[in-house]
């Protein structure tokens, strides 16, 4: 039994109970039970019965699980991160707090690096725990069903606050939920801290209309719960869009400080990842990387890009099919219904016709401008954005314009539902004819032009009933429950594509090797734990952890950029190809770094049978042991002290006794007389010395 629909049920249940005990009675109970009705029928199967719907189909075109099934099938190859990153770290992540452990630090992946640091294990974000009485696979659908309706509820109760009718905010709520943006990433820690964009501009409107120690204690957690959600780069976006709310709103000086001392409670109740993470970042591949090519400022920014922006299935059915232009995982995401584009041309022209410049309409119209200059990197704006916000991927903006897309269409339907739908019909002929103009392009064949004609039609329906509204006098709320049926339909059919539905039982299913493995590892003296690499393509880095194998390769941004640079010179692994193989087996280094086990495709074979024993010969690969292999801790009589760069690298490239002399770069000594004894020459009569481990644990 699958019981993710009732964990899910629950939780939501309660957490409207809990609101609406607060004072938030614009969350009806019916308004509530819309929500959950529309996730459970979106996330049905994976929901109720044995699926799952994470891409872990990707991992049977690796090896060693593509040697032992007939089913190669990749449904989206885009979305491999899932598999290889966050489900990883998101298993360890449970393990240790299943253990009763902090999850602090990820010792199966890069010989050791942080796990809470990395920011994208989300071990403290709300959905994680909640989720925590699940199995994995049903953990990570009861997360991304809580992502979705938080997502709603609070676009929901914003825009409620701002005076829409109720039909309309459910309509926004809904779209921004269902938008591209936090489908297509729905299982990153990303959307994680996505969903509560618009439970920031409540928040501040909370705090504005009267502050009490209640909703200040509101804004301090729901900044901290965004902080744990693990991705610090859509913290500074969503801030970066408060910030502009409040100076639109130039609220008294008083609620700026209550704001502030919000955000600094939120700062120390997320210390514990911000201290990690802090320490981690400036030691990051990442940030080594950007300080030498730093990010690209017009990432997907062309005309054809912008296409995307009105009609995501242009160029083609992705992820179900190659697209014939700039189409994918990044550049689909700005969408949240077209209406949402016709919604925002008629709450701009309707502000500048009534001159109404000090109006929260005219804010979300200027907003979205700004915010699309960014993306189609507009100068100066672009420009100046990407200088203040250097280090984040700031095509993922396109967060933030799905949100005042979908905010705009509630304040276009309220016109509609209170008769006043001018501008708002001025909005719809204009998209409406942007689409007939692009039926018009040149399109490499015909294929391609019938397709692109096919995806515009939901899109064109949805036009036409928006437009025929207006005209229903009294069944205008009829017309507007049919609009919203029909942009569930334009949605979902984008949505349904992306996070493909599959049985529960290919989340990392163990082959013979896998269970080879672990009888050798149970076999190892837990005082002495080993590391295993594999070749090529075999196990890519991450995978491993799902089955608790320790690995010495890493495939993260937030790795050790030292440690993989030392990799990369001495072993000649590449970590700048995304998906980084391993192919040195000679160097000494695998020695050095405790790998006991080298695991490969079949048939594959090394230089040196003798220092490397095939001990498992099976279908779906090899495994060799390295009888060389040095203890995890071990004495060394010799030590080479190398200050100069050059000749350090030049030294460590040499090098192959590791066994018996230590090449450092740095000397850390608390005196002189420790600086004398480590480097003294070696008395000839002078006892070896020796090292016993009584007990070992991963961080100790």
Known sequence: MNPTWLLVGAVYALAVWLA????????????????????????FRPMTQQFVNVPVDFIQSLPPWTHVTRNHNVWNRELNDVVLQIVPWAHQARQAWRSGELPLWNHLAGSGYPLLGNGQSSPFSIVRLLALPLPLGYAMTAEAALKLLMAMTFTFLYCRRRGYEELACAFAAVTFGFSTFLIVWLHFPLVTTAVFLPAVMLQIDLLIERRTFGRFAFAALLWAAMLFGGHPETVSHIFFLAVLYLLWLRPPLETFLTLAGAMVVAALIASPFLATFGEAVTKSKRYQELKVSPNLIGYYSDFPSQVILLQPFFYGEVPFEKAWGPEGAESITGFAGVIGVAAWLGVFLRALIHRKWRSIEL????????????????PVVAAAFHKV???????????????VLSVQSAMALDLVLKQRAKELLIGIAVVAATLLWLMRMAFPNDYNHDTAMVSMLPSLLVLLIAALTPLLGKWRAAGVMLLLVVTIGELWRIDSSWNPVLPERLMYPRTPLIEKLTRLEAAQPKTNPIRIVGTGPVFFPNAPAIYGFEDVRAHDPMANGRYLGLLRVVTGYDPSDYFA??????????????VKYVVSSPRATVKDPQRFPLVYDGKDGRIFENRDVLPRFYPTPNVVLEFKRDHFVKRMIRHEDWAHTAVLNKLPVENDQERLDLLAPRPIDAPKATLQMTSVRPTD
Do not use: P, S
């Open 363 to 378: 804010f979300f119209a200027l907003a979205t401008l700004l915010i699309l200059g960014i993306i189609l990197a507009w």
């Open 389 to 403: 916000f250097f280090m984040a991927a700031n095509a993922r903006l396109r967060l933030l314009l799905c949100f």
């Open 20 to 43: 609406r005990r607060a004072g938030l009675a614009e969350l009806r109970w019916r308004v509530a039970a819309l929500f959950y009705l529309l996730v459970l029928i979106f996330m």
């Open 581 to 594: 193989k391993w192919v040195n087996l000679d160097t000494r280094m695998l020695d050095f770094l405790g």
